[in-house]
């Protein structure tokens, strides 16, 4: 079928069912299917076959590594990567079904296979392409996607729980047949979509601006722009006239050919710092809980259940809701909220280290609910300030160090936990904790910068404190990084931003970058 045999209707019908798809089905099959293998992997080594530690942190990080590897195919062939990895995932659930549970190499091959059914990347990188090219609608569709993951991680943690102490390994497995099964119909309905709406008829649509064929706003768009301001505020000055058009200039930042930069590849590392905590809790917690407080797996389940349960109920309240979205604004904008989730991170697992079950478990749900949280609004951040064709490479390599992080934690945490029960927790504490000082110190200097570049766009005076409390409030981080990065290289025209007071002319050349970036003004907060 080719798209323009349709009219307009079956259009937009086929548009909602393949976002659908992509933020809800994709997202929860997939993550059900790779939290599965957390509930029984360790407990089975260990108890059934009594493996020593440093072999089930080999097999436990070969897992890993097979999530790695799906996310470096998707850095060149995301479509590949999904189905490909999907099958593969299928194939071993299948072999650990089909094979005799008291034999360890088909249960072991089996289970580090499922690992190649991580694609995350993939859908996230289907969705920054599939999306509309508005930033905020991106930032909530983001945030929806994953609050699915968590969602399916809370379902595979309970269900896979109770099912693996009544059905044992069989029932798990037959359980990650059946999700591998709807994630790889979910796929061919992705990419028969994908094939029909690229067939179709190109519509038109009404923009307010002009867009000249190097990504800028031309002037007789800012004209419109400046004209409806002045119209509707003719009482204010030019600095908020140019905030304005600041604003209407982030949205031409997806489509724009602009690569990665340091903040964005530092954002790469915070995927795997982050991942650090929740790699130790679901490598150790199961054995930990078994061994220390002499709890079943429907227990263990119960417990993790809860955890991605709380970490999805909060997300979703603060990050998706009316009155928690004006929360945040108010009270813990962006980035702060992300520091803030960090430091609840560090605390959450220095909790969980402590011996005593009631403080543990309180330890373990703050841990996974603070980590749902980060995930959240960490893709989020990478999502908005990383252009479309840069995010295709730069949405997987986040993955990649995520996952490759996961590896050594698998490695790590079963050793550190030979010689110490707590010490995996203290470890991931102190990670996070000091990764989460850099953070904060990073983001407070990238604020600075980016502020100093709309400042001198404007020609706003340095000391003028009032302004810049007027952009911050106007303009978010992930805006006013956007919208430096589109001033230095010119991509918003000069003439729409450049008043009397302007002592700097954009877009910046290559050679004055430099002194511009560590002017005299790069100190303020």
Not at 487 to 500: A, F, P, V
């Amino acid at each position: 079928i080719r798209y323009h045999h349709l009219d307009m209707s079956d259009h937009r019908f086929l548009e909602k069912v393949q976002k659908w798809n992509i933020i809800f089905s994709l997202p929860f099959w997939y993550g059900a299917i790779t939290r599965l293998p957390f509930i029984y992997f360790v407990i089975h080594m260990r108890i059934h076959f009594e493996l020593d530690w440093l072999l089930i942190g080999c097999y436990v990080g070969a897992y890993q590594a097979t999530r790695v590897l799906t996310n470096v195919v998707a850095i060149w062939w995301p479509k590949l990567a999904h189905v490909g990895g999907t099958l593969i995932g299928l194939a071993g659930n299948i072999i650990v079904l089909t094979n005799d549970t008291s034999d360890k190499v088909p249960f072991i091959v089996g289970t580090i296979i499922i690992g190649f059914s991580e694609t995350m990347a993939c859908m996230q990188g289907y969705l920054k392409d599939f999306s509309s090219k508005d930033l905020s609608t991106l930032e909530h569709e983001l945030k929806v996607q994953y609050a699915v993951v968590c969602f399916a991680a809370f379902f595979a943690f309970g269900a896979g729980g109770v099912i693996y102490q009544l059905h044992g390994i069989r029932g798990v497995v037959l359980l990650g047949s059946v999700l591998s099964s709807f994630e790889l119909l979910s796929i061919i309905l992705y990419m028969i979509l994908d094939r029909v709406l690229a067939d179709g008829l190109e519509t038109t649509s009404g923009t307010e601006s002009k867009k000249r064929s190097d990504g800028s706003i031309t002037g007789d768009s800012a004209k419109g722009s400046l004209k409806t301001d002045g119209e509707n505020r003719k009482n204010q000055n030019v600095a908020e006239l140019t905030d304005s058009i600041i604003l209407d200039g982030v949205d031409l930042f997806s489509e724009a050919d602009i690569g990665a930069n340091s903040f964005t590849y530092i954002l790469c590392i915070t995927f795997g710092m982050e991942a650090i905590t929740i790699g130790y809790n679901l490598a150790i917690s199961p054995v930990y809980i078994t061994e220390q407080f002499d709890k079943n797996t429907a227990v263990i389940g119960s417990m993790l259940a809860s955890g991605a349960a709380f970490g999805t109920i909060i997300s979703v309240l603060i990050t998706l809701t009316q009155s928690g979205k004006n929360f945040m604004k108010k009270y813990l904008p962006s980035p702060v909220n992300f520091i803030v989730a960090m430091g609840g991170i560090s605390i959450a697992v220095l909790l969980a280290a402590v011996p005593v079950f009631p403080v543990h478990v309180i330890g373990l749900v703050m841990l996974m609910g603070w980590n749902d949280f980060a995930a959240i609004l960490l893709n989020e951040i990478q999502g908005k300030v990383t252009a479309k064709k840069a995010y295709l490479k730069i949405g997987p390599l986040g993955q990649v160090i995520r996952r490759s992080l996961n590896v050594v934690t698998a490695i790590t945490g079963p050793l550190l936990y030979s010689i110490g029960s707590a010490l995996p927790y203290i470890v991931a504490g102190i990670a996070t904790g000091l990764w989460t000082i850099f953070l904060y110190i990073v983001i407070k200097r990238r604020k600075s910068l980016n502020y100093s570049i709309i400042r001198k766009a404007k020609g706003v005076d340095k000391n003028d404190k009032i302004s810049k409390k007027r952009t911050d409030n106007r303009i978010s981080f992930c805006r006013q990084e956007i919208s430096a990065r589109l001033l230095k290289r010119g991509m918003i025209s000069e003439k729409n931003l450049k008043t009397e007071k302007s002592s700097v002319n954009f877009p910046l050349r290559e050679a004055d970058e430099e002194d511009f970036l560590h002017s005299d003004d790069d100190s303020e907060a």
